[in-house]
């Protein structure tokens, strides 16, 4: 099973982005980014919004997992 949070928080810390912006982007406050990045799971509509926000497919993760259980 895949950890959602930590492949954002990874991608989030590649693309040298701050956690204000991100919290700006998202509508929300500085605390709920750090709680994203703590969640082991995540509603498919704000993974549609980081997404989008950060120009990555989290989605694939996913998928990839699903590819190799199969």
């Known amino acids: 099973m895949i950890h959602i ?3 954002i928080k990874e991608k ?3 693309q ?3 956690v204000s912006w991100f919290a700006k982007q998202l509508c929300c406050d500085r ?3 750090y709680s ?3 969640r ?3 509603d498919t509509a704000l993974l549609v919004k980081i997404s989008a926000i950060m120009n990555h497919d989290f ?3 996913y ?3 699903l590819n190799i259980k199969a």
Request: glycine share 8%; aromatic share 16%.
């Open 16 to 18: 040298g982005l701050s």
């Open 12 to 14: 989030f810390d590649e």
């Open 31 to 33: 605390t709920n980014v």
């Open 5 to 7: 949070g930590s492949i």
């Open 63 to 65: 998928s990839n997992d």
């Open 36 to 38: 994203i990045f703590k």
């Open 40 to 42: 082991e799971s995540i």
């Open 59 to 61: 989605f694939k993760y």
